[in-house]
Nanobody, 130 residues
């Protein structure tokens, strides 16, 4: 059974940082693109970042580029999202999602689209408040 479990969300002050984790089980992580999405109350789910199965390709939304960093440890079946310089509008439930990937045309060549990802975790909440 393919499972994704997010963790690491917490209350953080504006400008603060934290690291979110996505622990995967039940599949070969190196064959899957992993993306992070977030959804704030009343807003649609948006793609934040993506990392290819090999880790060679990454993609970031313009709103977080330069402040968020995605990485993966395939040996430990875990993908991380380090979030720096958090703004109030970054408050949201953050989800990780998985999809079979192809190195020659990775989903992570592009900003992640929720429609491309069929396996989802339950989310971890990030609260940004002073």
């Amino acid at each position: 059974q393919l499972q994704l479990v997010e963790s690491g969300g917490e209350l953080v002050q504006p400008g603060g940082s934290l690291t979110l984790s996505c622990a995967a089980s039940g599949f070969r992580l190196d064959l899957y693109a992993i993306a992070w999405f977030r959804q704030a109350p009343g807003k649609e789910r948006e793609g934040v970042s993506c990392i290819s199965g090999s880790g060679a390709s990454t993609n970031y939304a313009d709103s977080v580029k330069g402040r968020f960093t995605i990485s993966r440890d395939n040996g430990n079946n875990t993908v991380y999202l380090k979030v720096n310089g958090l703004k109030p509008d970054a408050a949201a439930v953050y989800y990780c999602a998985a999809a079979p990937d192809a190195s020659f045309q990775s989903l992570c060549f592009f900003a992640p689209s929720a429609a491309d990802f069929g396996s989802w975790g339950q989310g971890t909440q990030v609260i940004v408040s002073s």
